[in-house]
């Protein structure tokens, strides 16, 4: 069932109510696996087709940075996402809920 519904929530991730993400991560941190995989699901072209004017941009540093996931909803409202600490389907799961309400 948990496999389940980590399908469902990655097969139903949108960006359809999302203006910008801004994604950031060192090179070679080894804390970086939740951004660059956040950044692989919105650049997918099925995911992208959602909303072609939503932002997405990446800041990539040679020094050290907590890898971060910003991201700007259409009304203005933000999330912030400590990459090193949170999983990918746990983004997805937050930025789905908050753009039901939207």
Do not use: W, Y
Request: charged residues 25%; neutral net charge; contains cysteine.
């Amino acid at each position: 069932a948990v496999l389940g519904d980590t399908m469902a929530a990655l097969r139903g991730f949108s960006l359809a109510k999302i203006s910008n993400i801004r994604i950031a991560f060192a090179t070679f941190d080894s804390r970086v696996t939740s951004a660059r995989d956040f950044l692989c699901r919105v650049t997918a072209s099925g995911v992208r087709e959602t909303n072609p004017k939503c932002l997405v941009s990446t800041v990539i540093s040679g020094d050290p940075c907590e890898p971060s996931v910003d991201v700007t909803f259409s009304d203005g409202s933000e999330m912030h996402f400590d990459a090193a600490d949170t999983k990918v389907l746990d983004m997805v799961a937050q930025i789905n809920n908050k753009s039901r309400t939207l």
